[in-house]
């Protein structure tokens, strides 16, 4: 006989950082409530990520988030720049400012990044994760976990009173960091492009208004105590943080010693031997002044195993260069979790989920390629093959190909395309373009909420009847609008944007990927809409009569 479980929960997340609390928030404005155990005793309490992309911006900002993050904005948007220096007061290899190269045109997104800190972001987060049904734990570690067709057996322990509990979970989201737990626990390997590298990280006082200058630098590069070696301001004035990879060992590992050995060290990156530097412990309360990571490039070999799952750090592992490492995690979390909540709901058959590791696999691949083209250029190029690399396409170009996309024939070559020229192509980001209702101004991102959505041409009226009878008769949320009618296509560029005529129309996932289009009318839209749906959504077709 089975043991009683102490609960059971549809999908148990494991891990907290933004990867985990991001898959818990969107799986609950899906009606999917989750469980989420995470071992450290709070969300992040230093910046970590410092920036987040315009497309995960875009996500939040589709489901209401975008006006609190903004208004959690850090001292970042005052210093544009990125400089690369032998030392901060040393020759000067580069300097740019970061933000205007990086930020997207107003025809490209109707948002921009967000300086904000990822401990300020996950706060976020994690209160409307929870606010939407979600039963975040943490202070909690997995201890065990065991998974058979039918779901997920996991023990966990309660940190601070050793209480263990058995969760059973129908599916488990491991995004457990760059350590992997589940993932290793589970047999599944990894690519490794860049392989680990163990940075020393000091928080320090100091005055290095002569050293800064006029520059207003959000990071700078230095080749100074090693290659690589980075600083960036933090909130408090005059405090800063310092990244020094493959430091050198020092004569002995007592704290005494080793705080002495990073006082040397930011002296050096700085060029002043006689600097007044005062470390500070990177978190009130601790005893250490210095704290050591790891980073690298590597990517899984799979992302799933059965029913549990792998994404973010746990998944994937880029160089900050780029800011892709958070980013990417919100996206791996939003394409998952749309999946999740259809097969859980009956609303789609389970090889949908086989879908998140066909698109978001190759994405990693690529993700980490720029990544690692970025941290070169940045540690030994210059100003103008920084200038080369064009980020946008990155952002917003990437390509998927699955079950879960009905691709246009003949099939595109290459995973990314230039949005700048946008195609509507199923299996890209849905483009984004301004259209007025009323007096509003409302980009067509904004109307991809969480339901697949529908969007026909001026003459494509037909459509939309169609499209909600073939929503009702499969029981599924879809969204209709007729670009035309109560959305108004003032700059007239709908149409040119998504590759249709006045009457075709074009679907949309609720990731905010093209799945198919119709460049013009159909004989019987209903039983087209109603056929591609089911494909798309791996449901087994009805017998005929």
């Not at 202070?139 to 023990?155: F, H, I, K, P, Y």
């Not at 909600?468 to 296509?489: H, K, V």
Request: glycine share 10%; hydrophobic share 40%; net charge negative.
């Amino acid at each position: 006989m089975t043991e009683p479980y102490d609960l059971e929960t549809t999908v148990l997340v494991v891990g907290g950082g933004i990867a985990g609390l991001s898959t818990a928030f969107f799986l609950g404005r899906l009606g999917v409530r989750s469980t989420l155990v995470e071992r450290h005793p709070s969300t992040a309490i230093l910046p970590q990520a410092r920036a987040i992309n315009p497309r995960s911006m875009e996500i939040y900002r589709s489901l209401g988030l975008e006006e609190e993050i903004r208004g959690r904005t850090s001292i970042l948007a005052e210093l544009p720049e990125m400089i690369g220096v032998e030392t901060l007061t040393g020759q000067e290899r580069f300097r740019i400012d970061q933000l205007a190269m990086i930020r997207p045109a107003a025809a490209l997104s109707p948002t921009d990044w967000a300086l904000i800190d990822q401990d300020d972001l996950e706060r976020i987060v994690r209160a409307h994760a929870e606010e939407c049904g979600a039963d975040v734990r943490f202070g909690t570690e997995l201890v065990s976990l065991d998974a058979d067709d039918e779901g997920v057996t996991v023990l966990v322990r309660e940190l601070q009173t050793g209480t263990e509990r058995r969760i059973r979970a129908r599916y488990v989201v491991a995004a457990d960091g760059h350590r992997a737990g589940v993932r290793k626990l589970l047999g599944v390997g990894a690519d490794v492009l860049l392989p680990a590298v163990e940075t020393t990280y000091a928080v320090f006082d100091a005055d290095l208004t002569d050293a800064v200058r006029d520059r207003k630098f959000l990071l700078a590069y230095l080749d100074r105590p090693t290659q690589g070696t980075v600083l960036v301001p933090l909130r408090t004035l005059g405090r800063w943080m310092l990244g020094v990879p493959n430091p050198p060992e020092p004569a002995d590992k007592s704290d005494e010693t080793v705080d002495r050995q990073c006082v040397e060290f930011v002296r050096e990156a700085v060029g002043d031997p006689d600097l007044d530097v005062t470390l500070v412990p990177p978190v009130p309360g601790w005893d250490r002044k210095v704290s050591h990571s790891s980073t690298g490039g590597w990517v899984a070999h799979n992302l799933r195993v059965g029913r549990v799952f792998f994404a973010g750090d746990a998944a994937h592992v880029v160089p900050p260069s780029g800011s892709y490492g958070a980013t990417t995690g919100i996206q791996d979390a939003h394409n998952l979790a749309w999946k999740l909540a259809a097969v859980v709901k009956g609303e789609a058959g389970p090889e949908l989920l086989d879908t998140y590791e066909q698109e978001r696999l190759p994405v990693a691949r690529v993700t980490l390629d720029q990544a690692l083209l970025l941290l070169h250029v940045r540690h030994g190029g210059s100003q103008e093959e920084l200038a080369s690399i064009d980020d946008m396409a990155m952002m917003f170009g990437y390509r998927y190909d699955s079950a879960a996309i009905r691709t246009d024939a003949p099939a595109p070559d290459g995973l990314v395309e230039d949005p700048h020229s946008p195609t509507g192509r199923p299996g890209l980001r849905a483009p984004h373009v301004w259209l007025e209702r009323g007096a509003d101004r409302v980009s067509t991102v904004d109307l991809f909420t969480g339901a697949f959505t529908l969007l026909a041409g001026a003459d494509g009226e037909d459509w939309i009847p169609a499209a909600s009878r073939a929503a009702a008769a499969l029981g599924i949320e879809l969204s209709a609008q007729r670009i035309g009618g109560e959305l108004r296509d003032v700059d007239g560029d709908f149409l040119r944007s998504y590759g249709l005529s006045a009457t075709g129309a074009t679907l949309v996932r609720p990731d905010g990927f093209v799945c198919w289009r119709s460049t013009d009318a159909v004989a019987d839209p209903e039983a087209t809409l109603r056929e591609v749906l089911v494909g798309l959504l791996a449901r087994k077709q009805p017998s005929a009569v």
